[in-house]
């Protein structure tokens, strides 16, 4: 046994799922009535039974279904010599060639649903008219493997055999009768074109190979193997056990293959090493596995019974939190942003997954799931359309779930929440009325990810910008592709950034990539170099991450470079890097508002500096109003520029506020303009479509030149005047240090204290003593217990240590890891936080 499968077997086994594929192997009768199972309940997904689409909840996917399939017919009716299909001119475009397989893929999906006309469903000649094209395609286009692979890897080695293997599935007994040479034939191309891999197969080693990309590669040769017969049992248990290594929780202290792709015990999910992306892979991967489980329901090929609590588990951590009335927020969707189809579809997505969970659990588990499906659909803002989801079989449980009224709506989380996802640089905040959303970077987390042409001008995304969800609103009005289409890149919510213009990849080197082959890096279209220095680039800030006490948390950055431009001296002469801005940052998350800290604001270059307190869009027929007050008491409406006490942006169409409190902040500039651009300037794919929004934004500017300054301020969500006016005197909301070593808050009627810790050395504010960098949240109730929580943003440290002055405490609880002393003059707390990545630890003391 190699080393690798080595590592793989026991990587498994510790994780508990090396039982999960059953240790010996299936007799050859069972293994093809297993195969033979396989096929069917693959058949089912896709296309439905006669049952369900029979149920008039499916209508409308049958009606799609077919129509996508006449229209890909009379394409190839409508050919030229050469063409498969009208106008679809292969040959150099490896996306054209995906599109022609799934375009084959969609009319053998035709024939094979149930309650379409005859003349699609159970025809024989246009099933073998795909067959024909498979054939064609591959005489012509697919099968010399010295004249493939050009383009995309994710096409040849993913995308086409997905389409492939499907369409074979859904044909495979005309297939048998027409061509029974044709499976061998692809099979064989298939594993050929997994040239990131080794011998065609999966390769755990390679970068290519992780997470959701391995999900879909593996589910791709369970169809094969299946399709293989008794030849394909062995290459099914193969890809079953490869496709393990997805559920296990990714260690970072011990990786397994070095792979850092996957799910975290905090919640998070990370693709392409670096990238925050659990609504766009990490739903791919959570989509995959799900229907992975339902291929193999009633085969003997493994039990998948035991991964559903992993799934469970995903699913409540890790998307629940992220989901908020029924949208998905930008923080985790890395260059999906800059598509057309917005976080509604994206969490439409994930609810049909959970559909399909809920059939596999049982009991309380799966009467949650079922309430959390009809929490999302209750509470979002636009109607879940089940016609776009895979699977007919989907939208029966879907109708069935929502129909039955033994189940009542609740969410998997509760409404008053705050997390911490610092395995990939992300924060959320919720509470009733409310979501907030925080974007962070590091060396260990990409500031952005542009790819393929797509999020054309990320530059900050990760660099403390935030989104701030308002309960009962069209989120595709506040946010989505038109946001990052009509706010300037520059001037993103929350974003510090220097004062000047960047180029776009296409703009600086004429290509969707930085193409560069001959240099020692090697810059090619895929090389590791592009991923480094463009795709998706870290920064070179070690501090970045929070602590959670309950439902509050804190949250601190040090802003920072990319490594391109700390790389400068390694890179070919032509390529382009920015210096950044300097910035110190924390936030604070209460009940009512969300304290802002930012300390050292600034430029080593002495450019012009703009920090942005808020951005929001509306269409250009809403009411919007700005109302406010000076800080000499007169005041305030509309745009300009002035020393304010507070600001209300309020939206009487869409009935939505947002308060801002400057709490020891400079003179703010308020705008209100109308903008119009087209959805081009994100994504080069995107339609040339104008879009016209209203774009609120307050700004605090630093001059060329000026030394590094400080502002604080908190936003206050569906915010009244009253209310705002009540922020005077330090309360409820006082600020205690604003520095670059240590920023500070202190929350009156919470009886919160909240500290970021940034450098070596001592920090002390309101009686708190720690020491290095650390995120403390310190909560001392009237007449009741002190509760503390501690986390190590940097994830390198060993111990923290938490000095309290004042009476002696004595621990009533602690986490594991937290050990308290009373020392003269107050209580100290020694948190042993070696390998918690960031993880709070939580200690309840009292006198």
Do not use: C
Request: hydrophobic letters at 40%.
């Amino acid at each position: 046994m190699d080393i690798t499968r080595r590592r793989l077997l026991s990587a498994l086994s510790a994780a508990g799922l090396l039982a999960v594929v059953p240790a010996l192997p299936a007799s050859a009768a069972q293994a093809a009535a297993d195969g033979a199972r396989l096929l069917d309940n693959t058949v089912a997904i896709f296309a439905g039974t006669t049952a369900s689409n029979a149920r008039p909840e499916t209508a409308g996917k049958l009606a799609a279904v077919e129509k996508t399939a006449r229209t890909n017919l009379k394409a190839m009716d409508d050919a030229a010599d050469g063409e498969l299909f009208a106008g679809l001119a292969l040959g150099t475009d490896d996306a054209k060639l995906n599109t022609a397989y799934k375009r084959l893929y969609e009319i053998a999906l035709a024939t094979r649903a149930p309650g379409l006309p005859a003349d699609l469903h159970g025809n024989t000649g246009v099933r073998r008219r795909v067959i024909d094209g498979l054939v064609w395609l591959h005489e012509r286009h697919y099968g010399d493997q010295s004249k493939g692979y050009y383009g995309n890897w994710f096409n040849w080695e993913i995308g086409i055999s997905q389409h492939v293997s499907k369409t074979l599935v859904l044909l495979a007994d005309e297939v048998r009768t027409y061509r029974p040479d044709l499976v061998a034939t692809y099979v064989a191309s298939m594993d050929a074109y997994l040239r990131n891999g080794t011998d065609g197969d999966v390769d755990l080693d390679s970068r290519f190979h992780t997470g959701a990309n391995l999900a879909d590669i593996t589910t791709n040769r369970i169809l094969q193997g299946g399709l293989l017969g008794a030849d394909g049992e062995a290459r099914i248990r193969k890809a079953l056990t490869d496709q393990l290594t997805v559920f296990v929780t990714v260690d970072p202290y011990r990786l397994n293959h070095g792979v850092t792709d996957g799910h975290y015990a905090d919640g998070s999910f990370i693709q392409h090493a670096s990238v925050a992306y659990t609504g766009s892979y990490g739903k791919g991967l959570l989509t995959r596995v799900v229907q992975t489980l339902k291929i193999l329901d009633g085969t003997g090929f493994a039990h998948g019974e035991e991964l559903v609590a992993t799934i469970r588990r995903w699913v409540r951590d890790g998307f629940a939190p992220l989901i908020f009335e029924g949208w998905m927020m930008e923080i985790v969707k890395g260059r999906a942003v800059s598509r057309p189809d917005g976080g509604y579809t994206d969490a439409a997505a994930v609810v049909e997954a959970v559909v399909d969970l809920s059939s596999l659990s049982t009991g309380a588990d799966a009467t949650a799931l079922k309430s959390y499906v009809k929490h999302v659909r209750s509470t979002s803002r636009a109607t879940l359309d089940p016609t776009g989801f895979v699977s007919p079989l989907s939208i029966v449980r879907y109708a069935d779930t929502i129909g039955d009224a033994s189940v009542p709506p609740a969410d998997l989380n509760p409404a008053a929440r705050s997390v911490a996802f610092n395995a990939m640089d992300r924060t959320v905040h919720r509470r009733p009325g409310y979501a907030f959303a925080l974007a962070r970077s590091s060396d260990r987390i990409s500031k952005y990810e542009y790819m393929s042409g797509e999020n054309l001008m990320p530059w900050f995304q990760g660099d403390g910008a935030h989104y701030l969800y308002l309960s009962g609103q069209d989120q595709t009005q506040a946010y989505g592709v038109d946001y990052f289409t009509t706010v300037p890149p520059y001037g993103l919510a929350g974003v510090t950034a220097p004062v000047e213009r960047r180029g776009t990849v296409p703009e600086l080197y004429g290509k969707a990539f930085y193409d560069n082959p001959g240099h020692p890096l090697n810059f090619t279209s895929s090389s590791e170099s592009q991923n480094t220095y463009v795709y998706f680039p870290r920064g070179t800030n070690r501090y970045s991450g929070g602590a959670v006490l309950g439902a509050y948390g804190a949250a601190g950055a040090v802003q920072s470079g990319d490594v391109a431009f700390r790389d400068r001296e390694l890179l070919p002469d032509d390529f382009v890097t920015y210096r950044n801005a300097t910035a110190t940052k924390s936030w604070f998350l209460f009940d009512d508002e969300i304290v802002v800290l930012a300390a050292g604001v600034g430029d080593e270059a002495g450019r012009a500096v703009t920090t942005t307190v808020d951005a929001r869009i509306a269409p250009p027929d809403d009411q919007v109003s700005l109302t406010g007050e000076l800080r000499d008491g007169r005041p305030w409406t509309g745009a300009g520029t002035g020393d304010l006490r507070w600001l209300r942006y309020a939206n009487a169409t869409r009935r939505t506020s947002v308060g801002y409190v400057f709490l020891d902040t400079p003179k703010v500039r308020v705008a209100l303009d109308e903008v119009t651009r087209s959805r081009r300037v994100v994504r080069t794919a995107n339609p040339d479509t104008p879009v016209t929004r209203r774009v609120f934004g307050v700004t605090v500017g630093r001059a060329a030149g000026a030394r590094p300054g400080s502002l604080a301020y908190a936003l206050v969500p569906n915010a009244g005047e009253a209310g705002l006016r009540a922020y005077r005197g330090g309360r409820p909301v006082k600020v205690l240090a604003n520095t670059v070593r240590l920023q500070a808050v202190g929350h009156a009627g919470l009886g919160l204290t909240a500290l970021n810790g940034f450098t070596a050395g001592r920090h002390e504010s309101a009686g708190i003593r720690i020491d290095g960098p650390a995120s403390v949240l310190v909560r001392r109730e009237r007449r009741g217990p002190t509760t503390v929580a501690v986390s190590d943003p940097t994830m390198d440290r060993d111990r923290i240590s938490v000095l309290l002055r004042g009476p002696s405490l004595r621990a009533v609880r602690a986490d594991a890891g937290v050990r308290v002393t009373r020392v003269h003059g107050g209580t100290r707390i020694d948190v042993a936080t070696r390998h918690a990545y960031g993880r709070s630890f939580t200690v309840t003391l009292r006198g």
